[in-house]
């Protein structure tokens, strides 16, 4: 016999709903913010060696938990996370003239393998909503 207050199901068996305008366009923004935050880790990771990688790890750590808890979602932790690395993988590209921004040194392998694991991390520890909203837990 089950109860009217029961949910019809798990949460994996409810539908999707596609995100709102303004919770879109909040993703695109920390994306944004992600790729920003790459850029300059990366400008400031060799300019002042260990200070300035654990400076650029700490700001990505603190954009991704922040944007996690702020929102609610992995995803808010996750879109800063997928902007930070899409946009240092793009900056160890070369150009046609031999230039690039990373120097082959230990401090840009830091960077990069750190930053991945940090956005990896944050993605998994950001907060999960309960299947109806409600804020008490489940089965205690």
Same mark, same amino acid.
């Given at each position: 016999?089950?109860?009217?207050?029961?949910?019809?199901?798990?949460?994996?068996?409810?539908?999707?709903?596609?995100?709102?305008?303004?919770?879109?366009?909040?993703?695109?923004?920390?994306?944004?913010?992600?790729?920003?935050?790459?850029?300059?880790?990366?400008?400031?990771?060799? *300019?002042?060696?260990?200070?300035?990688?654990?400076?650029?790890?700490?700001?990505?750590?603190?954009?991704?938990?922040?944007?996690?808890?702020?929102?609610?979602?992995?995803?808010?932790?996750?879109?800063? *996370?997928?902007?930070?690395?899409?946009?240092?993988?793009?900056?160890?590209?070369?150009?046609?003239?031999?230039?690039?921004?990373?120097?082959?040194?230990?401090?840009?392998?830091?960077?990069?393998?750190?930053?991945?694991?940090?956005?990896?991390?944050?993605?998994?520890?950001?907060?999960?909503?309960?299947?109806?909203?409600?804020?008490?837990?489940?089965?205690?």
């Amino acid at each position: 016999m089950s109860s009217r207050n029961e949910p019809a199901g798990s949460a994996l068996a409810q539908p999707l709903r596609p995100p709102s305008v303004g919770r879109a366009l909040l993703y695109v923004g920390l994306f944004v913010l992600g790729a920003v935050l790459a850029v300059a880790g990366a400008l400031v990771q060799p *300019a002042w060696f260990p200070g300035g990688l654990l400076l650029a790890l700490a700001a990505e750590a603190g954009l991704c938990l922040g944007a996690g808890r702020a929102v609610g979602r992995r995803a808010g932790a996750a879109a800063p *996370a997928l902007g930070w690395a899409l946009a240092a993988v793009l900056l160890t590209t070369s150009r046609p003239e031999g230039d690039f921004l990373f120097a082959a040194g230990i401090g840009s392998y830091l960077f990069l393998l750190g930053g991945i694991a940090i956005a990896v991390i944050c993605a998994t520890l950001a907060p999960v909503r309960q299947p109806d909203g409600g804020r008490v837990r489940l089965r205690k």
